[in-house]
Nanobody, 121 residues
């Protein structure tokens, strides 16, 4: 599976951005898609994910109520709508896919190139 992420940029605190991640290739093998982020000097962590035919969603505690993940199955694309952004949301955001019903980062086997989100105070 190949992933192409886009939509990052510079935004002021309190603003919004929408990230997109388009999947191609062996997309029929994908069970779940997720967004992770990695801030400078920190580990890569889960932001939000969506999995299964029901589209079950899950979020990291720090983004609940502010970020929304959604998908367009016809376009094999996942979106991350980010509202009320904070400076601590600044990071490189990566989309990833897994063939498994899992939220563990090591179970994600295809990764996009990352898109930088910078939130100024």
């Amino acid at each position: 599976v190949q992933l192409q992420a886009s939509g990052g940029g510079l935004v002021q605190a309190g603003g919004s951005l929408r990230l997109s991640c388009a999947a191609s290739g062996r997309t029929r093998s994908v069970y779940g898609m997720a967004w992770f982020r990695q801030a400078p000097g920190k580990e890569r962590v889960l932001v939000a994910g969506i999995r299964g035919s029901a589209g079950t969603t899950y979020y990291g505690d720090s983004v609940k109520g502010r970020f929304t993940i959604s998908r367009d199955n016809a376009k094999n694309t996942v979106y991350l709508q980010m509202n009320r952004l904070k400076p601590e949301d600044t990071a490189v955001y990566y989309c990833a896919t897994t063939p498994l019903d899992s939220v563990a980062i090591h179970e994600y086997d295809s990764w996009g190139q990352g898109t930088l989100v910078t939130v100024s105070s």
